[in-house]
């Protein structure tokens, strides 16, 4: 017989002299699934499904065995009769193949929606298909004798083109899978746990449907997981609107043990249809979305300065230093929030002032640097760069280190003010340099990450990415991690500079990454707030803060906090990426939230300082 | 060679204030040792090598495949950087298509980390993060196999060594074992149904013996691929294992470190390890890959010497 090379039959191949092959609906396998006519109805097209069992096995007695369990699961395929099954019209053998007839399903099947879709499905829908395969279970474990599925999962639900679900393929090719040595390649990720001690039994197939429920609701394939996590992955957090009674039941029956499951399909079928009464059923958009903005939280304090306060503020000794776009730097109580001093430049301050001993440094955009007494308020030193100073600094051995938008960096004697040392990039450098033992790593609006020798200034190695890097970089372990506008968060090799991972988000970052115990914290302009493996650059969860982000994140005691375009600060669980609570203020915050000793501390453009309880 | 003050190995941050002079001489650039050290010869950090695989007793074919690769970049006044490639890759999968599936996935994962890693190291450096490249390698793989060899499959271990540095992309259940003497620690997971059961109660440990070769994630099984992705740091003084588990199989993790320890080199340490898993019955191919930087080869020739 003329085959394709693929070992699929051709287009007008007529088996038995009555089934002509029209083509091929899909490939397994143990063999193909085809589309063919019935030419005994020759004034009629009655279309059929064939599928072929490939019976290849080279031990004589394997083969023997797999074509008796092929007959005896083709027998009680025809003991069946349920709208939800496909009929089965005749079976047989010809060249080491055997052959099924079945009725043929027009529809698509629920794995190839979930391809198309690739976003989670409305719980309304899920719970709909729910219903109409407990049903299938029902009858199939109340016949005689009982018929376990074991093999439910989406690409064996056919949806089709008039809205009901077909359950297809029966498991049947499984049987001859058996009897192989060696190393196997086992389970689907739908399957029970007691499957895989032989145990096969009707609670197994509502562990199977209720992991394909659990695939749709949330997205998360678990083919791609390992097996028996789904308690890990709770729908809601990718599904917010889900009921929690629907993700109550789901998880139920993905209980490792199956006498904690439901007893039966009906008494899970009872359960499910339960969670949308029937009068609501089909009336769309029912999701619960009664988001209330609860305004409970009281500031400790508020400061109110001539202008916004991009700046980020710091505190040390009891003193909270933040600058404003008012052109001062201001010492406030950090108790109360009383005035203690300001110190007026001739441009606006948006960095972080940095504090060393007596002196705060920080930089204005009227290009200086200055260092001011704390203790006095007044002026120690100032040292004139070529353009705005937006980069905050960091000091280490005596030194200043602050960028500037004239591109360059300046190592500055913190002493005299006297400048050490300058390296040139070719963008204004608003990053703020990290120092780790004697290298300083720092971006550049040039699109380079530059690592230099703290002596000298010179370059020890630079990575290029496409867009500028305002982001400031931050350490763990051996990585470099720091935001680009490209959108990426990247991770350099700290020796070498080499990429380590990128992760995308899809917005440019030039928030500021934080990291605490493996864990990076950044936003992005798309307005989230991701966190991220800080070994491998992947994400464990994502807070949608519903406005672009450049504020970067501050750490508390097992929370996350940020500033976004929304006006307000937000405080997530650090764990679990939920919110924990929401605080709005007057204006978009582009300023950096500074936690100390459960006080949080940030400006907003609404010209205020926020004081709030972390 | 004496540290200036101030000038401790990197990581250590010298005490603020204790000069207010900026550190002029230049540390180490790579590798973590002793900046009083940087003879930075490569007889000072020697990067070895082993590999050994055998079909063993039991098995007709061998589905095993492995690579091995290194060699030292070094430049200016920075220490020679050992660069290594260390895969193993068990096919399985009948009609020899077991073996074809491993070689494929193993060759193609090579080709891939060395054009997108290794030959742009020696220019500007690599463009694409390392992870990227590691997951990318592993996914060709898969993508061929499904292609190709259809119903076979392969695990795969990719290590590949950059300085102190080794990442590591994994699926199956191949091992990766970082070792000083006296100690084993294994990095990776097996991706084998048993060891689920087991995590979740659902089975007893004499249960599995059936079970083990079970694996719920291989190349060329399932709708995509998504490796397990590592990231460890490989000093000098210890050693990076890379195995089947017709070796793990075969020799606890202790019998194992303690046949690496006493082993006159890395090659030697591959072949006593795939020996001695064929004394044991080696119902399975065996095959081990060993990378060592320095102790304790090193110091043991020279007490021999």
């Not at chain 1, 093999?151 to 809205?163: F, H, Y």
């Amino acid at each position: 017989m003329a085959r394709h090379p693929e070992g699929t039959l051709p287009a007008g191949i007529v088996l038995q002299e009555r089934y002509e092959i029209l083509g091929v609906q899909g490939v397994g396998g143990m063999g193909a699934v085809y589309r063919a006519r019935d030419l005994r109805f020759s004034s009629v097209t009655k279309i059929v499904a064939v599928k072929e069992m490939n019976n290849t096995a080279p031990d004589p007695r394997v083969r023997r065995i797999s074509l008796q369990n092929f007959e005896r699961e083709a027998n009680i395929l025809a003991s069946l009769s349920h709208p939800a099954i496909p009929k089965i019209f005749d079976y047989f053998s010809e060249a080491n193949r055997s052959y099924l007839i079945l009725e043929f399903v027009e529809g698509q099947t629920l794995e190839s929606l979930i391809e198309e879709r690739k976003q989670p499905f409305n719980p309304e829908e899920v719970v709909e298909w729910g219903l109409q395969v407990c049903d299938v279970l029902a009858y199939l474990h109340g016949h005689e004798p009982p018929v376990i599925f074991r093999d439910l999962k989406p690409g064996n639900l056919m949806l089709r083109t008039d809205g009901r679900l077909m359950v297809i393929d029966f498991g049947i090719a499984k049987l001859f899978e058996h009897g192989q040595r060696g190393t196997m390649i086992g389970t689907e990720g739908y399957s029970p746990p007691e499957q895989y001690r032989g145990v096969a039994e009707p609670r197994g197939d509502l562990y199977a449907l209720a992991a394909t429920m659990h695939h749709m609701l949330s997205g998360r394939d678990p083919r791609l997981e390992p097996p028996f996590t789904f308690h890990e992955r709770p729908i809601q957090l990718f599904n917010p609107n889900l009921p929690e009674a629907l993700e109550a039941v789901v998880s139920k029956c993905l209980a490792y043990d199956l006498q904690e499951r439901y007893a039966s399909a009906t008494e899970m079928g009872k359960a499910l249809s339960a969670i949308f009464p029937s009068q609501f059923r089909s009336a769309g958009g029912l999701g619960p979305s009664q988001f209330t903005p609860a305004q409970d939280l009281k500031p400790r304090w508020t400061f109110r300065c001539e202008d916004e306060v991009r700046s980020s503020p710091r505190v040390a000794d009891g003193v909270v230093y933040v600058g404003s776009y008012d052109t001062n730097l201001y010492a406030l109580d950090a108790q109360n929030g009383s005035f203690l001093w300001k110190f007026p430049t001739q441009g606006g301050i948006v960095s972080r002032p940095c504090v060393d001993g007596d002196l705060a440094l920080f930089g204005s955009e009227d290009a200086n640097v200055y260092a001011v007494s704390r203790s006095a308020g007044r002026q120690v030193w100032a040292c004139e760069t070529g353009g705005r100073v937006r980069s905050s600094a960091r000091v280490e051995y005596g030194h200043c280190f602050i960028g500037s938008d004239d591109g360059c960096l300046y190592a500055i004697n913190v002493q005299f003010g006297r400048v050490a040392w300058v390296f040139q990039s070719a963008g204004p450098i608003r990053s703020t340099p990290l120092l780790v033992g004697e290298v300083i790593y720092l971006g550049s609006d040039d699109g380079y990450a530059y690592a230099l020798e703290m002596g000298s200034g010179h370059v020890k190695w630079k990575y290029s990415t496409p867009r500028r890097l305002t982001s400031s970089p931050v350490a763990d372990e051996n990585l470099i991690i720091l935001g680009s506008a490209d959108g990426y968060l990247y991770a350099l090799n700290a020796g070498a500079g080499w990429p380590v991972w990128r992760f995308r988000t899809r917005g440019p970052v030039l928030s500021s990454p934080v990291v605490e115990a493996g864990t990076v914290y950044v936003g992005s302009a798309d307005g989230h707030l991701y966190a991220v493996e800080a070994s491998t650059g992947r994400e464990r969860w994502k807070y949608d803060t519903g406005a672009p982000v450049t504020s970067s994140p501050a750490i508390g005691e097992g929370m996350i906090y940020i500033g976004s375009n929304d006006e307000a600060v937000h405080a997530v669980d650090a764990k679990r990426g939920d919110r924990v609570w929401r605080y709005v203020t007057g204006g978009p915050i582009p300023s950096s939230p500074t936690v100390h000793e459960g006080t949080l501390y940030i400006g907003s453009t609404d010209h205020y300082v926020y004081a709030l309880p972390a | 060679m004496a540290s200036g003050p101030g000038l401790g190995g990197r990581g250590t941050v010298p005490q603020r204030r204790a000069c207010s002079s900026l550190p002029t001489k230049r540390g180490p650039i790579l590798g973590r040792g002793e900046p009083g050290e940087a003879m930075q010869q490569l007889s000072a950090q020697p990067f070895e090598i082993g590999l050994a695989t055998a079909k063993g007793p039991v098995r007709d074919r061998n589905e095993d495949a492995s690579l091995a690769a290194h060699f030292f970049l070094a430049q200016a006044d920075q220490q020679p950087l050992p660069v290594g490639l260390f895969i193993v890759a068990d096919g399985m999968g009948g009609h020899g298509q077991g073996e074809q599936a491993s070689s494929l996935a193993c060759r193609l994962a090579a080709e891939h980390v060395i054009r997108h890693v290794y030959l742009p190291a020696l220019a500007d450096g690599p463009a694409v993060p390392i992870n990227e490249v590691l997951e990318e390698s592993i996914d060709i793989g898969h993508r061929a196999i499904v292609r190709r060899l259809a119903g076979a499959g392969t695990t795969l271990t990719v290590a590949l060594v950059l300085g102190d540095d080794v990442h590591i992309a994994h699926v199956g259940d191949g091992r990766a074992y970082l070792g000083q003497p006296g100690h084993l620690r294994l990095l990776t997971q097996d991706h084998s149904v048993a060891e689920r059961l087991l995590e979740v109660g659902q089975a007893r440990v004499e249960d599995i013996a059936s079970e083990r070769r079970v694996l719920y994630k291989a190349l060329g099984h399932g709708p995509g691929i998504r490796p397990d992705i590592l990231h460890e740091d490989l000093e000098v003084g210890s050693y990076l294992l890379l195995c089947c588990d017709g070796l793990w199989g075969m020799l606890s993790d202790a019998e194992i470190a303690a046949l690496v320890d006493v082993a006159p080199s890395p090659q030697m340490a591959c072949r006593d390890l795939v020996a001695q898993a064929i004394a044991r019955g080696g119902e399975d191919n065996v095959t081990v890959v060993l990378a060592a930087r320095g102790w304790p080869w090193t110091a043991r020739q020279d007490r021999a010497g």
